[in-house]
């Protein structure tokens, strides 16, 4: 009986032990198990994270497009700044091109919320990717943000300076690959620095922006004139305007060097639709070019552009005529023998036409303030009036 007592003992305590170890085992395997849980949707988490981030840099183009004109996106878009802020500093190459792209879109809309973006710490960035190993379609909306950027208020202007930003543009220009559109950016965004004040512009140049600009000129100036040629060039022009106006105005030393290639501007056929537009950019610069000293104005008629200029003046477009009256204007402020030049190619015998033919009322202007810098000079000049039919 005793050991049968016994025996049950052991056994009672044998099972508790077994049970306790059992309950110990299976806490410790429920724990591992949670453990386990928990990284498979931290994990999760992430994967859910970066496939959707990435979905944004596959398709961040077609986002950009969905949002345009839906403010509630844009909207939306406004409040992710910050997170957009910290992809751009990731170094992750996808979430920096998909944050650049979404940036630059919000930085081209209506209300663009430039300070934001400056605040934000992302400027220096922006300058970071124009280097050579990123992408030209990051280096693209890179440098439509510091265009967008640079348009905005004097400021706004000094920050993508102060950070360096000049000397990348004048990097990609002189790029040699054929990436029209990323140099159609870049010369509009030297242009809309340069067109902030006469200090900017000074300082633009300084860094030899012009010699980089007048060779992208050059060199598709010759056929095939595609689109893309064509929308380049007139970038350009109206940049090498910019540069070549202002009060004061530029020293002549330093723009001189873009009459040859102003010649070819203005010989451009037909003077028309984007065509047009260049050569009226290329007028208006000899229209500020021309208005100096006689020694200015020698180098415009050394530059043989006076019988382009003359038989531009029978033109319908009103604009390039205009700024070619204000050039013959200039040059009528002259020395005796320079004048000679524009009557030997004709040029009282247009001013006749356009008063006698002309509609446009700021045309006719123009034309009776040549004829008035003309004839002030001395009564010789008030002979050729008359003679000519001017009164």
Not at 158 to 168: E, N, Q, T
Not at 203 to 220: A, C, E, I
Not at 265 to 285: F, K, Q, R, S, T
Not at 320 to 340: A, C, Y
Request: charged residues 20%; hydrophobic residues 45%; glycine residues 6%.
């Amino acid at each position: 009986m005793l050991m049968f007592f016994l025996s049950s003992q052991f056994i009672m305590k044998w099972l508790f032990k077994f049970d306790k170890d059992k309950w110990q085992k299976r806490q410790r395997q429920m724990q591992k198990n949670l453990r386990s849980m928990e990284s498979i949707r931290k994990i999760n988490r992430e994967l859910i994270l970066f496939f959707k981030r990435n979905h944004e840099f596959f398709h961040v183009e077609r986002c950009i497009e969905d949002a345009a004109g839906d403010p509630i996106a844009i909207q939306k878009m406004f409040d992710s700044i910050p997170v957009m802020a910290s992809d751009l500093m990731s170094g992750n190459e996808s979430f920096q091109f998909a944050a650049t792209a979404r940036l630059s879109f919000l930085l081209s809309t209506e209300n663009p919320p430039i300070d934001v973006v400056i605040q934000s710490g992302v400027v220096p960035h922006f300058v970071r990717f124009l280097n050579e190993q990123y992408g030209l379609q990051h280096k693209l909306y890179s440098v439509r943000a510091l265009y967008a950027i640079g348009k905005g208020s004097l400021e706004q202007a000094v920050v993508v300076i102060k950070h360096g930003a000049i000397p990348m543009f004048i990097r990609l220009l002189c790029c040699s690959e054929e990436c029209y559109q990323l140099k159609e950016l870049v010369a509009a965004a030297l242009g809309s620095l340069a067109n902030q004040s006469p200090d900017f512009r000074d300082y633009v140049l300084q860094f030899g922006t012009l010699t980089p600009l007048l060779s992208l000129l050059d060199n598709h100036l010759e056929p095939p004139m595609l689109h893309e040629k064509i929308a380049l060039l007139r970038t350009c022009s109206n940049t090498l305007a910019i540069f070549c106006q202002g009060n004061p105005a530029p020293s002549f030393n330093q723009i001189r060097s873009a009459l040859p290639i102003l010649r070819r501007l203005i010989h451009l056929n037909p003077p028309v639709g984007v065509i047009g537009e260049v050569c009226e950019d290329a007028c208006l610069c000899l229209s500020y070019l021309s208005n100096g000293s006689a020694e200015q104005i020698q180098a415009l008629i050394d530059a043989d552009v006076c019988a382009r200029l003359v038989m531009l003046l029978g033109l319908s477009d009103g604009k390039i005529v205009e700024h070619v009256l204000r050039t013959v204007g200039n040059i009528f402020k002259g020395v005796d023998s320079q004048i000679q030049i524009l009557i030997n190619n004709g040029v009282f015998f247009r001013l006749n036409a356009i008063l006698m033919h002309g509609s446009n009322s700021s045309v006719l202007r123009k034309t009776c303030s040549a004829i008035s810098t003309l004839t002030a000079r001395d009564r010789n000049q008030i002979q050729v009036g008359i003679y000519y039919g001017f009164v």
